[in-house]
């Protein structure tokens, strides 16, 4: 009997029963509900390709929230896996050689990094961080960023997509949320020195940590001033508050060394996760000897740091063929070039079809942005999007076969898999989306 090609009621099939054991009918409630992607039940991935159960495929700069730095499946980090599998997926207790070898590649080219304590998510990595902070220093209250993403827990899920009448306040974004955890958690707006300064001078012996994205990804890209991140640095040292950079999304997507390593500012926690492991969850906080010795586990390190699954075997070995692909062959490099020619095309675009609209982004990051003009800098400068606009555009670019998170937020990433194909069809694209528009 010939095989049945697959059908959209297959499909529908797949998401309905979703929807009847799964809230939203994915996971997580963000990807059925704001990213609008519930209709579409996704079945394989191969280098920069999506395919459904109905076969029908995407080029994709979803990219799984961002991890996918060298392409879906990719062969050596995939055999790399497979082998710590076949040797056991967890031990959990002692150590391994393994974790050993990831841990000194992080300290050797993440400049923060003296020591490492590996778990496996960028939420987890954030939590752990202020604790370790926390513990230091005998303080509870955080600062952190406006537009800053730092995970799903109570200690940061404040304020990064406050409303407009909402902006300068503590916004919780969850419901559920403990109050105490919001009302240690202080706010300023990315890129402000003088707010940095004023608010470390009237707290600073009350604060734990302070807490960014060097770059904030999670509103598109704000590009940090440099005389902010060194008031940063300077004024945490001063009142002796343990500086946290966030490269969940920017470690080892931008650079090895990460932002931290781009900029010259050094941080005295590092988090990283996403490009990691090249999608296999895997994440790690670093930093400082003296903070992370605190979770030593004897009788004088008073830190909690566990999770059963943290150092699972899968996720390392991916992460170290991750690392070595991109040292040795200077992914970032083959990204910058390829993000920047998007980005002039883009821009390009706009200018053609006279579109009220701007191009944001950092090498391998890039974001569409309709309805506002001129370089952001800080979470009210994204404010006044087209949303409106965002979802025609990303509709139409997915009937044309290339798939992004629908949000005007977010951001497009790419891959080591992507290439002038892509570039040109993509382009090809967004100039027919535009006209529409």
Known sequence: MANTPPTQDQNQSVVDRAREVIPGGAQTGLRAQAYNTGDIAFESASDATLTTVTDEQYTDYHLGFGPVILGHAHDD????????????????AGTTPLEVEVAERLVDLLPSVEMVNFCNSGSEATYHAIRLARAATGNKKVLKFEGCYHGWHDYVDVSVYPPTDRVGERYPESDGMLSAAVENTLI???????????????????????????????????????????????????HDVPLIFDEVISGFRHSP?????????????????????????????????DLLAQAGGDNESGVVISGTYSGSLPGLAAARETIDTIVANDVQAYLTDLGDRYRDGLNDLLEDHDINGRIVGHRSIFSVQFGVRGEPHNYEDILGLDEKRFHTFAAGMRER?????????????LSAAHDETHLESYLDAADAVFADL
């Open 188 to 238: 300023a707006p990315f890129n402000d020195p003088e707010a940095v300064n004023e608010i470390l001078h009237e707290h600073g012996d009350e604060l734990a940590a302070v807490i960014l994205e060097p770059i904030p990804h999670s509103v598109g890209c704000l590009l940090p001033r440099i005389e902010f991140l060194e008031t940063l640095r300077e004024a945490t040292a001063v």
């Open 401 to 413: 076969g290339h798939f992004f998170t629908p949000n005007p937020y977010k951001r497009h990433h």
């Open 257 to 289: 060394h990460g932002v931290q390593g781009e900029v010259g500012v050094t941080p005295d926690l590092t988090c990283v996760a996403k490009a990691l492991g090249n999608g296999y969850p895997v994440a790690a906080v670093g930093g400082r000897a």
């Open 77 to 92: 980090v995939d055999a790399a896996a497979q082998a710590a599998i076949d040797d056991g997926v967890l031990y959990g």
